[in-house]
């Protein structure tokens, strides 16, 4: 998890070049056109937006901005245009506009997949020379068309698509989690998001910024840069107007997928902060502040918790230890290689799921360190937990009653290690940071979860979910889905569907079968009397000393 | 697997199309490898093909000296169990036909006793008699086990072949069965010899265990509509036959929903392909049920989740119903991987836990070591070879099925019924002989 925040980070870093690469295109082209041509004014001051959809390989990225700029001039130079000619050009542009969208929908799912996996390149090649084709034929408004805009086609589009099935096939149950679908491309997004931030949204939604402490850090990492990268409007105060900001990059953030508890924490901690400026400093040594405050926050609250949870969790670690546990926890990780370069000697069970299979990363890294390790998938809980003398296990979140809220699967875990046939129960060890404690309480895993897209159940070959969700050829796929309404699209599905999905999953088209329904919740909520010990930054505790922690570390 | 191929995969269909054709042996060997090789799989399919085998081997046979057919079968059930120790079903059939060959032998020692004395001795025939005459009858399930019980207290009266019986002796004493019945044997002992009825009769009653093998699932579909009420949520794994037929045939007359546990990565295909009702081109379950309305169709909401996702679930479930691979005398089963965690998680939840199976997967075993009952699978479906770098470096784990203690579960159904648990091994001595348990 530590390094898709480094992936994070370094994505973040080129979005910046790359924006500062196109921002003088961006800035000649509006001087040359306001008297005339205010509405190419407002396009092209976007431009930097479409290059969000390749920040993966800045190589591509670099590319359409120079040829940006390159027509914003013979743009330019057209400038004297009777009120007639401006008519016909604009409605041209809504075409040639309109179909763009829908190919920068597709390409910028794929760019989507390419930044995320380093591996698969198959989706790109089809997706990229199209759009650089398009983009050199076609004239300038071809090339400022191919941007994926904010108009209200893509998202009444959808609206008008989304209700029809979804209502179909959410789960009664849960009705209440399902909410609006997850943002699928940067479309739509308000002009007020910063690059870095529309770039967050697209890992954190493929599962490329995945865990808890990997999602606040990339967030607070992404939220400095707004902060860098901000400037206060005339006649405001930067505590006003900076919480504002923030609140637009934090709502495009939750489109994505929903925030976790972290994440609110930090950013519940970083808006009292900034409330707390006092308006009379002056702009730039405020946002000196507010960096330096997020940096404190992450090393604090995250990478020295870290290493002091791994430090106090690894003491539990014995010689001859079989430790069970879930999924792919980044402290938990951290814990078990720190325990083995103390030299203890220890086997490792992972248990893990469908359909992130994270614990796959875990047991690569884990076994890359030279640790005994063993995995299986949750079918074989009582498998693993029968030899088992310790479980650890990460958390998204403890509650206020004492409860885990965690990857869906580990309350099994924790249920078996506890129940073990022979009588003899199995210490249950959660690792958490205190940043994820919350006031929040839940008794059962339906009130409070979160519902993930359905459709990741539906492919059975777990090596696509490895590196992230979506890759290159799942996002052709619910477009298909979606369009296989929309007339447009009508004859495309049934080629693509069946050379893109060989194995030909019985589910393949579950959303036409009436009354099935397939469920993908992300977390479920074990019960407190499962679980030993919280291991902390602040000390470990019992479950039920969680509430005064959180008292303790919110009010500290 | 197209369905093209079907013909030429070998399974229980194409085994069953060679039996005719190939010599015993042969056959014999061809289970054997269709075990070891895990050709044949699901439980009735092994059940099926080794009560063909038997039927075969049984009719082939130039004997028909009853001691010499139990000893024949005996070889013939050792090398089966011996291919494939796991497949219980496999043992258990070969075990009901031993226990049918020493009946019908009794019986027929019996008669011979009978005749040449007094009629005095004759109750023990009656449930025979009564049998007798009413071979095809929807009945006779009940008139099989009814046989065994009334053989089993009649099990010492030859003093014929083994030293088995000899302890049971003193047992068998009490065995008047409360009407006497004039019509005694006479009716049909007198026609022919001893020797050549018992391999008749013994044809017959494996006959009559083929067909309880393909009605099974139906009679225990019987019994849904007493345990499924309307708008409960019921959860329930893998993509067992009885399970789906039972949920069907309540479906027919009351509206629930139903919770389906994908069973991922060794019954997910068969999983998903049951609830969206496209069946999958197996050649095992290319049979008239694979055919049958999935429950979605019939108005039934299936959500399918992950495994993972049971014990959030719980909370909501009212009843988990479970196949299982077979059933051990304690009660305990054995079934498919994850099915324990789903019966502790209802445990935890206080959800009833209702397991259906054919008493043909009621298996004599005791489990004494559980382990060995265990079998792995796969590995590569859990780890797929694409992580190369992985699979070199750590030890994967892919168990098929999983141990569900007694306690787990609450109520039993076969064909016959109803059963707690703790009331199974009344089944076990109904249905197997004692002298067959290790036989």
Known sequence: MADSVDSALKSSSDIKSVQAQSSPATDTTPSQQTQTLPIRESKSAKSPAPSENQTGKNKDASKPPAAGADAAVPAGADKPLTPAELKKKAKAEKAARRAREKLAKESGGAGAAGSSAPGPGQGRPPATPKKDAAGGGASQKGQKAAQPRRGSAPTGQTAADEPTKKEDKSVAVFGHLYGQPRRTTIAGAGKEVHPAVLALGLQLRDYVVCGSSARCVATLLAFKRVIESYTTPLGTSLSRHLTTHLSHQITYLSTCRPLSISQGNAIRALKLAIASVDPSTPELSAKATLCEFIDNFIREKITVADQVIAGSAAQKVQDGDVIVTFAGSSIVKQTLLTAHKQGKRFRVSIIDSRPLFEGKNLARALANAGLDVQYSLVHAISHAIKDATKVFLGAHAMTSNGRLYSRVGTALVAMSAKERAGGVEVPVIVCCETVKFTDRVALDSIVVNEIADADELVSAQPLQQVTGLVDPVAPAKPDNKKGGKAASSAPKPDPSASSLNPSSSPLSNWKENPNLQLLNIMYDVTPAEYVDMVVTEMGSLPPSAVPIVHRMSTNL | ?439
């Open chain 2, 1 to 439: 697997m197209p369905s093209t191929s079907l013909a030429l995969t070998p399974g229980l269909g194409s085994f069953l199309k060679s039996l005719k054709t190939h010599p015993v042996e042969t056959s014999i060997e061809n289970l054997i490898s269709l075990l070891k090789r895990r050709q044949i799989r699901h439980s009735r399919s092994c059940a099926t093909a080794t009560a063909y085998l038997l039927r075969h081997v049984v009719s082939v046979c130039k004997t028909s000296d009853p001691l010499k057919l139990i000893e024949r079968v005996q070889t013939v059930g050792r090398r089966l169990v011996a291919a494939q120790p796991r497949e219980m079903v496999v043992g258990n059939v070969v075990r009901r036909v031993l226990g049918l060959i020493r009946d019908e032998a009794e019986d027929d020692h019996e008669a011979e006793f009978a005749l040449s004395e007094a009629g005095s001795e004759s109750q023990p025939q009656t449930p025979r008699a009564f049998d007798d005459p009413s071979p095809s009858l929807p009945l006779d399930r009940d008139m099989l086990s009814l046989r065994a019980e009334g053989a089993e207290r009649s099990s010492s009266r030859p003093t014929l072949h083994s030293m088995f019986s000899l302890l049971s002796h003193p047992e068998a004493e009490f065995s008047p069965i409360s009407t006497p019945g004039t019509q005694s044997p006479n009716g049909r002992m007198p026609g022919h010899g001893p020797g050549k009825d018992v391999k008749a009769e013994v044809l017959e009653g494996i006959g009559e265990i083929i067909d309880e093998l393909g009605q099974v699932d139906d009679q225990i579909a019987s019994y849904a509509l007493e345990h499924i009420h309307s708008n409960e949520i019921i959860l329930t794994h893998t993509s067992s036959t009885t399970v789906q037929k039972f949920l069907v045939k309540a479906a027919t007359k009351r509206k629930f929903t139903v919770i389906h546990a994908e069973s991922f990565p060794n019954n997910h295909e068969a999983t998903h392909a049951t609830v969206s009702g496209n069946p999958l081109d197996d050649d095992e379950n290319l049979s008239t049920e694979a055919f049958q309305k999935p429950l979605i169709a019939l108005g039934i909401t299936v959500i399918l989740i992950p495994d993972s996702a049971v014990f959030a679930l719980m909370s909501r479930v009212n009843k988990v119903i479970l196949g299982t691979h077979s059933v051990l005398a304690n009660g305990g089963l054995v079934a498919a991987a994850g099915t324990r965690v789903i019966a502790r998680a209802a445990k935890v939840h206080q959800t009833p836990v209702v397991v259906v199976s054919g008493v043909y997967k009621l298996s004599p075993v005791y489990p004494f070591d559980f382990d060995s009952l265990i079998e792995y699978g796969d590995a590569s479906k859990v780890l797929p070879y694409e992580d190369g770098d992985l699979v070199d470096q750590i030890d994967v784990q892919n168990p098929i099925y999983d141990y569900v203690p007694a306690e787990l579960v609450d109520l039993y159904i076969t064909n016959l019924g109803g059963h707690a648990p703790s009331y199974l091994y009344r089944i076990v001595s109904d249905h197997y002989r004692k002298e067959d348990i290790s036989f």
